[in-house]
């Protein structure tokens, strides 16, 4: 396991939720850090740009009121997600409220960049960067990243093709930082393998859409439900970016899931015409298959907690047999 800068060293589970675009908001954010698991949501998710800093502030207010009421349980750190493409003409604004707040982690995307580390580190952040491949690693730990965040083969959204294994094993050749494992993870038995790995934490996103508190409509949050890894289509028609998509949702926009064209990533875009497209075009995971009802991300975190310790009790098990 890796040495842990704050405030990453005292999570009560290993886990980060994971920043899922238009579905994240303060709701989501404040209810998974009282259960005990980074919370995270996309800048770009406050829409106008001045929304930020009022979500901002309601989550920093939020978790602070509930440390001072439940002062032996207190809340997990919150972070935010910054896209850090040229295409997101926001950046700055954002990052610069980000700084006012303090946010406790950054997790940056597409792009790594030295001033955007630095601006974090400047009031005592964290910055995680999301990578599908080893080249990426080393280019974010130079330019100053703290942490990576390995985004296996199977991960919604935005999703590399690497298996777990090979990206992890690749990376703890070199780095002995923070390292959070994304791809398929929905269960507390692979919250337990991500970490025999070599990861720290686990990666888990889609799993929390079938949430009460994500921001996404009922069919969504029940397709993942209903759905496994069978209904995942790999495609980068959507935002230029190739990632996981819920097939029953690109049928619904009239396409088939089975011949989609591919897109120029010239074309790379998260202004809103991204925004428009995944409100009908679904990002999801293969780890669905382990959901099976809609509930509330404390009762799923606590799902989480129990499957994880019944885990590590089977391996013991076997251990002294």
């Known amino acids: 396991m890796s040495l842990l800068p704050p405030p990453l060293d005292t999570l009560p589970l290993p886990i980060i939720g994971a920043p899922l675009f238009i579905i ?23 829409r106008p740009a001045s929304q930020l800093d009022e979500w901002l502030a309601e989550i920093t207010e939020a978790l602070a009121a509930w440390d001072r009421a439940h002062p032996d349980q207190p809340a997990a750190p919150f972070a935010v997600n910054q896209i850090v493409h040229k295409s997101n003409d926001r950046l700055e604004h954002d990052m610069r409220l980000c700084v006012k707040y303090k946010v406790p982690i950054c997790i940056t995307s597409l792009g790594a960049r ?32 703290d942490g990576l965040i390995a985004v296996a083969a199977g991960a919604g959204g935005h999703a590399g093709v690497k298996s777990a294994f090979a990206l992890i094993q690749e990376i703890r050749q070199w780095f002995g930082g923070p390292v959070a494992l994304s791809g398929s ?15 720290d934490f686990a990666y888990i996103g889609s799993a929390f859409i079938a949430t009460e508190e994500a921001r996404a409509s009922d069919a969504y949050k029940q397709a993942i439900v ?26 619904a926009a009239g ?36 959901v099976d009802k809609v509930q509330s991300a404390g009762e799923f975190v606590a799902q989480l907690k129990r499957e994880y310790a019944q885990a590590r009790a089977r391996l013991l098990e076997r251990e002294y047999a």
């Open 185 to 199: 993870i929905a269960t507390g038995g692979a919250v337990l393998a991500a970490q025999a790995m070599g990861a």
């Open 255 to 290: 396409m088939d899931p089975d011949k989609l064209p591919q897109s120029d990533p010239s074309t790379m875009n998260f202004g809103g015409d991204a925004t428009k497209a995944w409100k009908d075009i679904w990002g999801c995971g293969q780890g669905i298959g382990a």
């Open 114 to 145: 030295e001033d955007i580390n630095a601006a974090t580190h400047s009031y005592g952040g964290v910055v995680l960067h999301d990578i599908i491949n080893d080249k990426f690693a080393h280019k974010a730990i130079d330019k100053g990243a």
């Open 24 to 46: 994240s908001t303060p709701k989501l954010v404040i209810a998974q850090c009282i259960a005990g698991v980074v919370g995270s949501m996309p800048a770009l998710n406050a």
């Open 226 to 251: 209903d759905g496994s890894s069978d209904d995942i289509v790999y495609s980068n028609l959507f935002t230029g970016v190739h990632g996981n998509y819920l097939a029953p949702s690109i049928r």
